[in-house]
């Protein structure tokens, strides 16, 4: 059960939910009008641009799972004021499509992972956020201005993330196989997660999908601790790469900036001293931000 259990009589009151989307996990949070976490659920990978149904249905997904969680009926879910921040929206004909969704909420107010992200890492509209994780990206929103830096997608981009760490990495390890590399520990770190050597990871890794590259980041910030010259250029190239998204965004002037995502505490050591030390830590997961951007579209709209 949720950290607040409760029955039908609470449908009376206004519920709120929060939906953060990306290409790994869709998470989803139920609060009440006071702010109590009543439910939470995971569904599966929820970026539109690598797949629009199994976004729709990992979101539904999802929220049943919290509704579960909540101690509500699945029928609950028409009771709900939802704010969706998904992976891939930033693009407008994706946008469109998710927004014209017969979806199942009272109401649904879409906005960007990125958006969601940074009202969360804040709590306040104004700030500034980075994202380390399957993909990479940095964002800011001052003075009713958003900017937005890389957000290009794994493999077009995506510097610094982890399915970028996995890509370098194969790529580093085929060369080594032919002795047209450096010799590196990827080459058996790699090797024996994928149980193939050579051609044979071509084979293994030719259909994979950007969050099976992103589980090799490991082996590559692991390889770079022990000081393996190959894993030390991927990973000091990805922290630069950050630290120069990070001057960009400071330029915006936004209150404050934190960095966001699965390899932002190992990724962090490795970007410059004064950018690392400039970093504010989040105060709240993003699919509170979507809570957050929920709550304020409907103050909005009610007034308008």
């Known amino acids: 059960m949720g950290i607040h259990p409760i029955n039908d009589s609470a449908l009376e009151e206004p519920l709120y939910l929060g939906i953060d989307g990306g290409g790994t996990k869709c998470r989803a949070r139920i609060v009440s009008a006071k702010d109590e976490v009543l439910g939470t659920g995971v569904g599966g990978p ?5 797949g629009v149904q199994q976004t729709l249905n990992s979101i539904q997904t999802a929220t049943e799972l919290a509704l579960a969680d909540a101690g509500l009926p699945v029928t609950a879910i028409s009771h709900l004021t939802a704010g969706l921040g998904l992976a891939g929206v930033n693009l407008p004909s994706l946008f469109d499509v998710i927004n014209k969704w017969q979806h199942p909420f009272k109401t649904m107010y879409l906005t960007t992972d990125l958006h969601i992200a940074c009202l969360g890492a804040h709590n306040r509209d104004e700030g500034a956020v980075m994202v380390a994780g399957t993909g990479s990206c940095g964002y800011s929103f001052v003075k009713g201005k958003a900017t937005i830096l890389g957000a290009h997608g794994f493999p077009f981009g995506d510097i610094g993330s982890g399915a970028w760490m996995g890509l370098e990495a194969i790529k580093a390890v085929l060369l080594a196989s032919d002795n047209l590399g450096p010799q590196s520990i990827l080459s058996d770190l790699i090797g024996d997660h994928l149980q193939a050597k050579g051609v044979m990871i071509v084979d293994k890794m030719a259909a994979a999908k950007s969050s099976d ?7 590559v ?3 770079a601790d022990l000081g393996d010259a190959v894993a030390l250029s991927i990973v000091q190239q990805g922290a630069d790469y950050m630290s120069a998204v990070a001057e960009k965004l400071w330029e915006t002037e936004p209150p404050r900036m934190s960095l966001l995502g699965g390899l932002a505490p190992r990724l962090t050591p490795w970007m410059k001293p004064s950018i690392a030390e400039s970093l504010s830590p989040p105060l709240s997961q ?19």
């Open 286 to 304: 993003p699919e509170f931000g979507a809570i957050y951007y929920a709550k304020r579209m409907s103050r909005l709209t009610a007034t308008a």
């Open 213 to 219: 590259y992103a589980k090799l980041a490991i082996f």
């Open 221 to 223: 910030l692991d390889a």
């Open 46 to 50: 929820a970026n539109p641009l690598h």
